[in-house]
T-cell receptor
Framework: QKEVEQDPGPLSVPEGAIVSLNCTYS??????FMWYRQYSRKGPELLMY????GNKEDGRFTAQVDKSSKYISLFIRDSQPSDSATYLC??????????????FGQGTILTVHP | ETGVTQTPRHLVMGMTNKKSLKCEQH?????MYWYKQSAKKPLELMFV???????ENNSVPSRFSPECPNSSHLFLHLHTLQPEDSALYLC?????????????FGPGTRLTVL
């Protein structure tokens, strides 16, 4: 079983739609949860960063973490063509000797068409 | 230059060649990372350096040899690679190697091994 499972898609939605992206994980030691966005031919850029369970909102983006279910989500409201990218979930342990090791999902390819 | 830069952006090499990838961070960070991103697979952490000292080697074959001469520069020396080593190689940096530090990625080097 993979530590982090993410549906690779691809996901295609019309402009203005609400997009829901999800990851499940098996390692209960994960405490920090991130969403990265990666445009074609670019490196990943951090979009959202959440510690433990709860919600975090930033503009059109909302990240949710449910540690009891080992499930994280990213919602994009009023999606735009410029949101078309691969979205990667990532997570890491707190402290120890993990040296900030990020464990990534496979990434979901999102296309928002006009 | 700002952020994390990587050169070259594209590299094609034969299995008997020796080449090097270069990463430079302009963020004043103390930790640097090499990741491998293959098609349809999650990003895989390869190496972590903290204050120029290697603190993590994620079971990477010896044909990949990292070097960190100072906290701003990171190299990945390649020799006798295999076609399955073809991938996008990403460099990242963070303030420190701890769990709370955000990692910032460069654009990557697209490597093709013939």
């Amino acid at each position: 079983q993979k530590e982090v499972e993410q549906d690779p898609g691809p996901l295609s939605v019309p402009e203005g739609a609400i997009v829901s992206l999800n990851c499940t994980y098996s390692n209960s030691a994960f405490q920090y949860f991130m969403w990265y966005r990666q445009y074609s031919r670019k490196g990943p850029e951090l979009l959202m960063y959440t510690y433990s369970s709860g919600n975090k909102e930033d503009g059109r983006f909302t990240a949710q973490v449910d540690k009891s279910s080992k499930y994280i989500s990213l919602f994009i409201r009023d999606s735009q063509p410029s949101d078309s990218a691969t979205y990667l979930c990532a997570m890491k342990n707190a402290g120890g000797t993990s040296y900030g090791k990020l464990t990534f999902g496979q990434g979901t390819i999102l296309t928002v068409h006009p | 230059e700002t952020g994390v830069t990587q050169t070259p952006r594209h590299l094609v090499m034969g299995m008997t060649n020796k080449k090097s990838l270069k990463c430079e961070q302009h963020l004043g960070h103390n930790a640097m990372y090499w990741y491998k991103q293959s098609a349809k697979k999650p990003l895989e952490l390869m190496f972590v350096y903290s204050l120029e000292e290697r603190v993590e080697n994620n079971s990477v074959p010896s044909r990949f040899s990292p070097e960190c001469p100072n906290s701003s520069h990171l190299f990945l020396h390649l020799h006798t690679l295999q076609p399955e080593d073809s991938a996008l190689y990403l460099c990242a940096s963070s303030q420190g190697p701890t769990s709370t530090d955000t990692q910032y990625f460069g654009p990557g080097t697209r490597l093709t091994v013939l």
